[in-house]
């Protein structure tokens, strides 16, 4: 079976697709999933690149989620069985045995290529609003809001009936991001504080969402409303955020960094709460998940191309 592995940090065009043996029968508390569909995201560069957190050491399989149906299972596995639909941490592999905790099993009428590309984009905006306590009327300020978990917080951000304000590179993405739901749209490329002011009547924005870090955190930092939290998702300006405390000392605002790893490792059972939850909207149509580009296997080095020249509006799949 194929699998696309990072044998040494670099970038896309050191990772090497190739013949693999599939996995062994799944352990006791595994199972094995015949993976369809592979999400990609900023994060992979930043980890194949070593720079990551908590980074994996050379050689792994690349990718982090995904969704497919459940080969087979082990003898202690009693909440899945062969044939459902599920999703998973997971990877660009064909094959992969997964603990049973790690799985989410899906209704039999969900859209697989769908839950590919909720998965960890939708749980990293989730957890994120609802760590920052998002009110309904309040106003949200989504940074990088083209990308898979930008594009989630302003789905989110609206369910939960935010004001939202969505930043980006380009008109072209705004554009998009603007039919998908956001009320006001900003091109951060010449600034946005002054227009956020002048939106919000001077006052600022009660929850600031930042994956990209660097220059735009800093200005965030004099857009944040009274009582405001700024959220760290990442840094995808390659420089992370230095927080100046004199501004959250006379704003009486909070800086949040927060990862959904933690979340899974440490509090598991609000993990399974979250991601119940989220199925349950994708089941009822309340988020929409969109797809910016699909790639096979084979032409992984594109895939993430298309991710550093920043020309993705949602999520990028790997088939």
Request: proline share 5%.
């Amino acid at each position: 079976m194929k699998a696309v592995f990072c044998e040494k940090f670099g970038g896309p065009k050191d990772l090497v697709v190739k013949e693999i043996e599939p996995p062994d029968t799944p352990k006791p508390d595994e199972v094995q999933i015949n993976l369809k569909y592979r999400g990609i995201a900023f994060a992979d560069l930043v980890r194949m690149a070593g720079n990551y957190q908590d980074n994996r050491t050379p050689p792994y399989i690349v990718g982090g989620d995904g969704s497919g149906i459940i080969t087979c299972v082990g003898k202690n596995v009693t909440s899945i069985k062969p044939g459902d639909k599920v999703t998973s941490a997971g990877g660009c592999v064909e094959l992969i045995n997964v603990s049973e905790s790690k799985v989410r099993k899906l209704p039999d009428d969900i859209d697989l290529e769908l839950a590919a590309a909720f998965g960890n984009t939708y749980m990293t905006a989730f957890y994120g609003l609802h760590i920052a306590q998002l009110q309904p009327n309040e106003t949200l300020l989504v940074h990088g809001a083209a990308g898979g978990v930008g594009l989630a917080a302003v789905d989110l951000g609206k369910l939960m009936g935010a004001r939202v304000i969505a930043t980006a590179s380009s008109d072209e993405k705004l554009a998009i991001v603007k039919q998908l739901g956001a009320d006001e749209i900003i091109n951060y490329s010449n600034g946005f504080r002054e227009k956020v002011k002048d939106l919000t009547q001077d006052l600022g924005a009660d929850v600031i969402y930042d994956p990209v870090g660097g220059d735009i955190f800093d200005e965030s930092m004099r857009c944040i409303a009274p009582y405001g939290r700024i959220l760290i998702v990442g840094f995808t300006s390659g420089r992370p955020a230095l927080a100046k405390t004199n501004h959250l000392l006379v704003k009486d605002a909070s800086v949040i960094g927060y990862t959904v790893n933690s979340l899974q490792q440490k509090r598991p059972a609000l993990f399974d709460e979250y991601a119940e939850t989220l199925v349950d909207y994708l089941v009822k149509g309340l988020i929409k998940p969109h797809i910016s580009h699909r790639y096979k296997m084979d032409e992984i080095v594109q895939a993430f191309q298309v991710i550093i020249d920043r020309r993705v509006i949602g999520k990028v799949l790997v088939t």
